[in-house]
């Protein structure tokens, strides 16, 4: 018990410590802004010096995986750097992880953020070396001065089909939306409990999101793309939706109802 107190302690004076060298640290005569002592408040988020990459999640569950079905997430890199960040390698620790970004999304503006598209195929192998609890990481390079490479994972329980009966019956449930000003469509939208949700999710007009709170989901949809959201649907009831993002007159109307029966 009181090791695990100490042991917290000891994570949150680190990680307080290095936060604060990490803010001394900050190059003080950056552009026109003269540094006073004080705290500059941007109206806009803060935005680091150089290019900086972040990945999330950082780990994600898939959850259980049938031998011979092929699993995808979508993770997010997001440039939280005040100059462009170039993605300039993506590897995985084993064949049957594959990470990709899109050619065009190479290069991140500053604070701007891309989809990593991560499939998992348990059988690529041929054989039993990705059955069982497996866990796979994505490597990613990029110009990032701190941290040249970072990782992301991913984390399986893989059986083979009629193993586990009550499983199988979890299905995916893909449903094709469009949120355009002001208005989520469909809406509601329904599934069953235990379903694993893919929402296809089509941005016409201008940026906006999808922030589902009760299952902490907050994506930013660009305009003009396809952003695909999953997650399960693990618990029953009615849950609410919106945009997050400042997207016009009508942005406060834009919300909807997820039911899960
Ligand atoms: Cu759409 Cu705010």
Not at 36 to 47: P, T, V
Not at 86 to 92: A, Q, R, V
Not at 242 to 251: D, E, L
Request: proline fraction near 4%; charge should be negative; glycine fraction near 10%.
């Amino acid at each position: 018990m009181n090791k695990t107190v100490m042991s917290i302690i000891v994570v949150l004076v680190i990680a307080g410590g290095g936060f604060m060298l990490s803010r001394s640290n900050q190059p003080s005569g950056d552009s026109m802004h003269g540094s006073s002592g004080a705290e500059i408040k941007d109206d806009k988020q803060e935005l680091a010096q150089g290019a900086k990459i972040k990945i999330s999640p950082e780990r994600f569950d898939l959850g259980t995986v049938i031998y011979g079905e092929v699993s995808e997430r979508i993770f997010t890199i997001t440039n939280l750097g005040n100059q462009p960040l170039e993605i300039l390698g993506i590897s995985t620790s084993c064949g049957c992880t594959q990470a990709e970004v899109a050619e065009e999304d190479k290069v991140i503006a500053a604070g701007g953020s891309v989809p990593m598209k991560v499939s998992f195929d348990p059988a690529v192998h041929k054989d039993d070396a990705d059955l069982g609890e497996i866990t796979r990481i994505i490597y990613v390079k990029s110009n990032d001065a701190q941290e040249g490479e970072v990782e992301a994972s991913i984390s399986a329980l893989v059986i083979r089909e009629g193993e586990m009966v009550e499983e199988a019956e979890s299905r995916v449930t893909t449903i094709q939306m469009t949120a355009r000003q002001w208005e989520f469509v469909p809406n509601p939208i329904r599934v069953k409990e235990g379903d694993q949700v893919r929402l296809e999710i089509t941005s016409p007009d201008v940026l906006h999101s999808f922030s589902l709170p009760d299952f902490g989901i907050d994506e930013e949809l660009a305009p003009g793309k396809t952003s695909i959201i999953e997650f399960v649907a693990d618990k029953k009831g009615t849950f609410d939706f919106g945009c997050a993002v400042y997207c016009g007159a009508g942005h406060g109307n834009m919300r909807g109802q997820l039911i899960v029966e």
